[in-house]
C-alpha cells in the first residue's frame, strides 16, 4: 500500500504562519489533497493540487508539491483560532485516497 | 443538500453483538467508501465499490463485510464486534475515481465495543 507521513503535532501563535509537511509513496498520484478536521466532524476538502503543478495558492492557503522529492506541503497564513484542527494531507491511487496520520494543529493566542 | 448521511451517529456494542452501519449519499456518486479512524493512525480503508454492483476490499477488511445496496447506499456490516473494532468509522462517496474533488465524508459513527 501507500505510505503517506507527516508530523503529528504543530503549535503556532496567532497571525503567524503554519507549515505542514508531508511525504508520499505513491509517484503515480494524480492528484494530492489536504483535509481539515474538525472536532467531532469529518473531514472536509481543503484544497488539492494537481501532479504537475509545483505551487497553488488559494487565499491564505499554499500548497508547494515537490515531486522528485515527494514531498507536499501545506502553508497557512496569518493563522486564526478557527484553524485548529487536524489536517490530513492525502494521495490519489485508482479509486482510493492514501492519509497520513494527521497533524493536530494547536494556535495559541 | 445532504451530501454524505451516516447512521448511528453513536454506538456502544458488547463483544460479539453484530450491527450494521449505514451510510446514503444524494449526490449521484458513482464511488464510495468505509474507512475508520484511530489516534495516530490516521484514515484507514475497509471497504470500497468503486461503482454500484462492485465491492473491494482495502487495507483492514478483516471483521467487517460490506453491501452496495444501490447507487446510493452502502452499509458495513460488524458480525462479531470485538474491542478492537472500537473506533470513528467515516463513510465517503465521490465521482468514479477522485478527480480534483476528492472525497465527500459523512459526520462519522463512534463505535465503542465493550
Known amino acids: 500500500g501507500e505510505d503517506v507521513e507527516q508530523s503529528l503535532f504543530l503549535s503556532v501563535r496567532e497571525g503567524d504562519s503554519s507549515v505542514i509537511n508531508c511525504t508520499y509513496t505513491d509517484s503515480s498520484s494524480t492528484y494530492l489533497y489536504w483535509y481539515k478536521q474538525e472536532p467531532g466532524a469529518g473531514l472536509q476538502l481543503l484544497t488539492y493540487i494537481f501532479s504537475n503543478m509545483d505551487m497553488k495558492q488559494d487565499q491564505r492557503l499554499t500548497v508547494l508539491l515537490n515531486k522528485k522529492d515527494k514531498h507536499l506541503s501545506l502553508r497557512i497564513a496569518d493563522t486564526q483560532t478557527g484553524d485548529s484542527a487536524i489536517y490530513f494531507c492525502?494521495?490519489?491511487?485508482?479509486?482510493?485516497?492514501?492519509f497520513g496520520a494527521g497533524t493536530t494543529v494547536t494556535v495559541r493566542a | 443538500n445532504a451530501g454524505v448521511t451516516q447512521t448511528p451517529k453513536f454506538q456502544v456494542l458488547k463483544t460479539g453483538q453484530s450491527m450494521t452501519l449505514q451510510c446514503a449519499q444524494d449526490?449521484?456518486?458513482?464511488?464510495m467508501y468505509w474507512y475508520r479512524q484511530d489516534p495516530g493512525m490516521g484514515l484507514r480503508l475497509i471497504y470500497y465499490s468503486a461503482s454500484e454492483g462492485t465491492t473491494d476490499k482495502g487495507e483492514v477488511p478483516n471483521g467487517y463485510n460490506v453491501s452496495r445496496l444501490n447507487k446510493r447506499e452502502f452499509s458495513l456490516r460488524l458480525e462479531s464486534a470485538a474491542p478492537s473494532q472500537t473506533s470513528v468509522y467515516f463513510c465517503a462517496s465521490s465521482e468514479a475515481g477522485q478527480g480534483a474533488y476528492g472525497y465527500t465524508f459523512g459526520s462519522g459513527t463512534r463505535l465503542t465495543v465493550v
Open positions: 492525502a494521495d490519489s491511487n485508482d479509486y482510493k485516497l492514501s
Open positions: 449526490m449521484n456518486h458513482n464511488s
